[in-house]
């Protein structure tokens, strides 16, 4: 409540300083709808803080947008992924993800559910079965739903939440309620999208309004998605429960709704503090207060960059959760307009990596997976790698590097750079989130090399071009479920560019871009020995003849990919010579009449994918390998490490 009259201050303040009146109000955003709105929730709900269960009904009203008529519907119940050791999320996970694992399996604490009491339409109950596993459920209806028809589904459920070890659950007196209400799945032509909840997926649904109203203890801050919209008289009390209050919360053209609460002064007030237009709400940890500058600067950071290469982030909030410590599972996640983003307390090297790229990458989910909203269980790279890659760009012109100091720099995409080639190879782009080879794996191709492959690309169409692409694909395709064929055709549309090789050897290839020099020669050219006259041979001491010297450089694809390269030398004689290899053989010997004294490979930089650039340089004078060189080789080797924690 007293967070509400903050707002309301700091509302009537920046009004008097001139920013003008708003375009919307807390029951109202947009005067034109931004999404299709085929998917829309009214959500009555109670939290019983004690046992960490919730009651709760919904009206889901659904408009069949495909082409068929459909007489069945399933529900996402993705609490059920931790009702026990069955599910095929604990299957696949073995009970760990994300840098955190399952605490205490044989207490009932730690699991939990979701469970449909009745679901309801045009007065009649509805029957139904278990999907994939009980994290889906199919619904049968009464009659066949046309396309462009809307539906009402009653529905009432409960849920229990899980000790948090992914995404949602409780860990002391924290509660993250993510994935907690039944979920309608995504029709698409004549078909259902709705896969089980996986270990190593995320998900997809589609965009409507949400209101909520949710009872909880009074003594609770709330953290949520959108607007509250009964702060201006009083949060009310709960007629039936004498120490709840009812919060009404409110969001438009989202596709999810989350929540979160903790009985803290600090939640109770949470820091609000506007930037360009967004209320953006803070929900700190008490330990970190001191690295509370540094977690807004990467917001405010983050909405400054996507609104100058995508578009202006359309909500009046944002709200940015500082995960308490021991609720690590629920920590670098994203819901619409909710962000749940750790800090520090003690952080002497100031690392960019918590608070600053954790926050700005979750921010940029906003965008690629609240906004434009691919389907994150089939092309998990088109949220996750193109954010990853935003929040290099981000970090990179906020902050220059991740970690540096007089000596050396770490570059803002290098933990992406060493856990692509940890496995480069396992999976294509293309793979199901949850059909890669393994965790490492989905983290390598969601994250990892949809980074590295967003640089390939860049290096090859220039940075304004690609700066184009992106801007032109995030606004054309937001609210609408872009797949990766969208975004091939846009790239190429707007750069004029034909593109098939590319798709072919980066993003539907598991080839890797590996070429190196083999070596270089240099040998004395003599002449002499036996030599035929007419009075016979006659023999002549062998002794140096010009050129005197000539020099030779051997150079080997060891990679898969065939792709021509340039190669750049200079000679004793001080001649500098560029050559091009087309690369079709596994390696290739240049002479020149000098030896060579320097050499580079792929002088230009047209391969950011290149593997191994203390390889693709040559000189003939030895190398002093110093601070620069060995401190890169150390974070080499943890990159792999630190990206398998999946950070975000
Ligand atoms: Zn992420």
Redesign the pocket.
């Known amino acids: 409540m007293r967070r509400h009259m903050v707002a309301a201050l700091v509302l009537l303040v920046a009004t008097g300083l001139g920013a003008g009146p708003r375009t919307w109000t807390p029951e109202k955003w947009f005067d034109k709808a931004k999404s299709p709105r085929i998917a829309n929730y009214r959500i009555e709900a109670v939290l019983d803080f004690e046992h960490k269960t919730l009651e709760g009904t919904e009206t889901l009203s659904w408009r069949n947008t495909g082409t068929a008529p459909t007489q069945e519907l399933p529900l996402h119940l993705y609490l059920n992924a931790f009702k026990g050791p069955q599910s095929l999320f604990v299957k696949e996970s073995g009970g760990r993800l994300r840098s955190d694992h399952q605490d205490r399996p044989a207490e009932a604490s730690s699991w939990g559910y979701c469970r449909l009491l009745s679901v309801r339409m045009e007065g009649r109950e509805l029957q139904g079965h278990v999907g994939e596993d009980e994290t889906v459920h199919w619904l049968r209806l009464p009659r066949a739903v046309a396309p462009g028809e809307t539906i009402h589904l009653e529905i009432t459920w409960e849920n229990r939440y899980p000790k948090v070890f992914a995404r949602s659950g409780w860990a002391g007196d924290f509660l993250m309620s993510g994935q907690w209400f039944p979920k309608v799945g995504v029709y698409q032509g004549d078909r259902w999208n709705c896969h089980a909840y996986h270990a190593n997926t995320?998900f997809f649904a589609d965009f409507g309004v949400y209101d909520v109203a949710l009872s909880l203890p009074n003594a609770l801050g709330l953290a949520h998605t959108g607007t509250q919209t009964n702060f201006i008289t009083e949060i009310e009390k709960d007629p039936k429960r004498p120490l709840n209050v009812i919060w009404r919360l409110h969001a438009e053209d989202v596709h999810d709704f989350a929540w979160a609460v903790m009985p803290r002064e600090s939640w109770r007030k949470p820091a609000m503090h506007e930037y360009r237009g967004v209320q953006v709400f803070y929900y700190i940890d008490d330990r970190h207060r001191g690295s509370f500058q540094r977690q807004r600067r990467a917001v405010e950071n983050a909405l400054r960059w996507s609104e100058e290469w995508y578009f202006k982030y359309p909500y009046p909030t944002l709200t940015v959760i500082d995960t308490p410590e021991q609720a690590e599972g629920a920590d670098?996640?994203?819901y619409p307009t909710l962000i749940t983003a750790g800090s520090v307390g003690f952080d002497p090297l100031q690392r960019r990596l918590e608070p600053e790229q954790v926050t700005v990458?979750?921010f940029?989910?906003q965008f690629f997976?609240g906004m434009l909203a691919s389907n994150e269980f089939e092309e998990p790279w088109l949220?996750?790698g193109i954010?990853?890659w935003f929040?290099h760009k981000a970090l990179e012109r906020t902050y220059h590097s991740l970690l540096s100091s007089r000596r050396f720099r770490v570059s803002t995409d290098f933990l992406e750079w060493g856990g692509y080639w940890s496995l480069p190879s396992a999976d294509p782009l293309t793979r199901f989130g949850f059909k890669t080879l393994n965790a490492h794996s989905y983290s390598v191709t969601?994250?990892g090399k949809a980074t590295q492959v967003l640089n390939q690309l860049e290096a090859m169409l220039g940075r304004p071009v690609m700066e184009q692409v992106m801007r032109t694909y995030a606004q054309e395709m937001a609210f609408r479920h872009p797949t990766r064929q969208d975004f091939k055709r846009i790239a190429e549309r707007v750069s004029g560019r034909d593109l098939s090789a590319f798709w072919r050897d980066f993003v539907e290839g598991t080839e890797v871009l590996d070429y190196a020099i083999r070596g270089a020669r240099t040998q004395e050219v003599t002449q002499g020995g036996w030599l035929f006259s007419e009075k016979g041979p006659v023999f002549a001491a062998p002794q140096p003849a010009a050129p005197g010297r000539v020099g030779s450089i051997t150079l080997e694809r060891k990679g898969g990919l065939k792709v021509p390269i340039t190669l750049w030398v200079r000679l004793e004689n001080r001649e500098e010579q560029r050559l091009v290899w087309d690369g079709q053989d596994r390696w290739i010997t240049y002479e020149f009449n000098s030896p060579v004294v320097a050499a580079v490979l792929d002088p230009d930089g047209n391969y950011p994918m290149l593997k191994d650039r203390l390889h693709a340089s040559y000189t003939s004078k030895p190398v002093r390998r110093g601070f620069h060189y060995w401190s890169h080789l150390v974070w080499g080797t943890v990159a792999g490490w630190l990206q398998g924690c999946g950070?975000?």
Do not use: L, W
């Open positions: 995320e670098g996640m994203e990458h979750e940029g989910h997976y949220d996750e954010n990853t929040t969601a994250y950070i975000g």
